[in-house]
Structure formats: structure tokens, C-alpha cells
């Protein structure tokens, strides 16, 4: 029998509530402070279209669901086929206006037998249908090809006055200073590419950090700008701070983005 604990009156599989992130402990917690920085930066309200990608178990939709309203819906996708059909079976079983669905893209630890790569994914949503696009801890597995990708679908399903929230690790000047003289915090020490660094070169996608100028392109190549300044979190060692990573609330640019010839989805060479 699989364990589970009590959330919002959902039974939370244990297995996949790690697999999210975090176990019975934390996942309360996590959830609660989700939703208060969306609340800071990016208000979601009754009535809106939002779409998350890397739902996982339902850990922000079930709360979520008291927040959106029967008049706005909810597309939550994953990597995790088995976390995407609890959430089939239990959520959109009590909240019809949420759905979920299945992105079999190759992850070394969320889904290593995937049958895509990011650049093959087309999110389910209808052009200029969403409101708000939250990511919690996706970017930071992803490299740059991929993050390009996601973000012109972004821009094709997002609405004119839309906007994004997504986390990074920003490795900034203050960030790499911080980490490195703090102890048990992520240090990016190895090169991964053109402004990219990674924690762990034996499983590159488990810590991924950006300095500020390729974010920068990044975010422009998607066709977004930046909605706001960044919103740094503590995750180097930072101090009074709400958030853990850091934040971007991106909005959709004037400039229509153009797509690169360079092969996307390949990790860069270290």
C-alpha cells in the first residue's frame, strides 16, 4: 500500500511528493510559500487562465484551486507521467476547470526514459489563452536551447497583458561572492557553456546557474522582457530575503522572436 499524508484534503503520495520536492515535512510549507510570493510579484486571481509547468503532484494547484474560481482554469504540466495522472484522477476528479497533462520529455531524474527532447513539445494551450505562467525550480534543470524553447511557447499561448514567473539561479557578482564563503549551498564552480554553470558535472541538469547577461539573452531570444528587477533569493547564502531561488516576472516583448538555426534541446559542451 502506498504511503500518503493529508493536504488540503487530498492524500499525498509519499513517492511522488518527493519526487516533486520535499516530503510530509515541508510540502505545507512549500505550498504556502508559493503562493505568497506569487501574491508579491505576480497576483493570481479569480478568473484566470494559468498554466504551470512542473506541477508535479498538485502541490500549488490544490491550493490553487480556492484561489482561481469555478470561472478560471488551471493546464498543469510534467515530465512525471505517474504524478500527471494522480492529478488526472484526483484533482480534475473534484475541480473539472483543472487539467493536467503528460510532457514526455527525457529527464535524467524526472523521466529518463522520455521519449522527447524539449524542443519536440508543443504545450497543450490554445494561442493567447493564458493569463499567468508559473514555474517553480524547472529552469534551474534546464539548459539554454531548451529555456529558448519553452519560452516562445510561452509567448505563443500567453495573452497580450500576460505574465510569467518562473525561478533561476542568477549567478551574479554578490551570488557567487555569497556562496562561496557560505558552507552547504550550491557553488556553480563548472563552466557549461557561454554564461552557464553547473553544480555537478557527473548529473549536469541537478543544479543549473546563468549570469545575469545570458539570462538576459535567454529571456530576449524567448521573446520576453523583464516585467520587473529581479527578486534574488537565499539560496547563496543571502540573508533577509522571502524567496529561496530567485525570481523573474518576464512579460511578453514587442519584439517577435526569431528562431536560431542552432540545434536546440543539446546540452552545450562543458
Known sequence: ??????????????????????????????????????????????????LEVGCGVGRDAIPLTGVLGPGGSYLG?????????????????????????????????????????????????????????????VFTHMFEQDITHFLREFRRVLRRDGRVFASFFVLGKESVQLSGATADVLKFIHAYGKGCRINDPGHPEAAVGYTPAALRRTVRRGGFAFDQPLHLGSWCGRHGVDDGQDIAILKPSRRVPVPRRATLGRAPTP
Open 77 to 137: 504540466v510534467d515530465v512525471s507521467g505517474p504524478s500527471i495522472a494522480w492529478c488526472q484522477e484526483h484533482i480534475t476528479g473534484r475541480h473539472a476547470n483543472f487539467t493536467f497533462a503528460h510532457l514526455n520529455i527525457r529527464s535524467e531524474f524526472y523521466n529518463p526514459q522520455g521519449a522527447l527532447s524539449a524542443p519536440e513539445i508543443t504545450i497543450p494551450a490554445a494561442t493567447a489563452s493564458i493569463d499567468r505562467i508559473i514555474l517553480q525550480s
Open 1 to 50: 500500500m502506498t504511503a500518503t499524508f493529508a493536504f488540503e484534503g487530498f492524500d499525498i503520495p509519499v513517492d511522488l511528493a518527493i519526487l516533486t520536492g520535499g516530503g510530509e515535512e515541508t510540502w505545507a510549507g512549500i505550498s504556502a510559500a508559493h503562493l505568497a510570493a506569487y501574491a508579491r510579484y505576480c497576483p493570481l486571481r479569480a478568473g484566470h487562465d494559468v
